[in-house]
């Protein structure tokens, strides 16, 4: 768990969980399930996020934002399955390519081989053609 949430949990552990075990984290009204029809209403998000200047923020733009500062980290694909509850490497891979920026630093070498094609001496590694098998 990142350290930089420890103290907003803790604080809401504090103010919003019973202290039983199997108390539920985020509680409905009256103690119970937090139904999905009353989200919005409970939690007041369609004001909180107009207020952060967040308008049209979805709830679960936070997991594609938690999975996106995943990806980042340079998280191998197992390890992002396994952090986003997925069993197949689709979601995982959309993730990783969409951070990875790896098509655009790929296009710039190949970029400066081809460029540099002329540079080279006669026999120059530029210019070299690599047959393949």
């Given at each position: 768990m990142p350290?930089?949430?420890?103290?907003?949990l803790r604080e809401?552990?504090?103010?919003?969980?019973?202290d039983e075990p199997g108390a539920l984290l985020?509680?409905?009204?009256?103690?119970?399930?937090?139904?999905?029809?009353?989200?919005?209403?409970?939690?007041?998000?369609?004001?909180?996020?107009?207020?952060?200047?967040?308008?049209?923020?979805?709830?679960?733009?936070?997991?594609?934002?938690?999975?996106?500062?995943?990806?980042?980290?340079?998280?191998g694909l197992k390890d992002l399955m396994a952090r986003m509850g997925h069993d197949n490497v689709r979601a995982?891979?959309?993730?990783?390519?969409?951070v990875r920026g790896a098509d655009k630093t790929i296009t710039d070498a190949i970029d400066r081989h081809i460029s540099g094609a002329g540079d080279e001496d006669e026999g120059g590694s530029a210019a070299v053609l690599v047959p393949v098998g």
């Open positions: 350290q930089a949430i420890v103290s907003a809401h552990l504090a103010t919003y969980v019973q985020f509680p409905g009204a009256k103690g119970g399930l937090l139904r999905r029809s009353g989200f919005n209403t409970r939690t007041r998000w369609v004001d909180v996020v107009k207020e952060m200047g967040l308008p049209g923020l979805h709830f679960h733009d936070l997991r594609h934002t938690g999975n996106m500062l995943a990806a980042e980290s340079g998280a995982a891979m959309i993730y990783q390519h969409a």
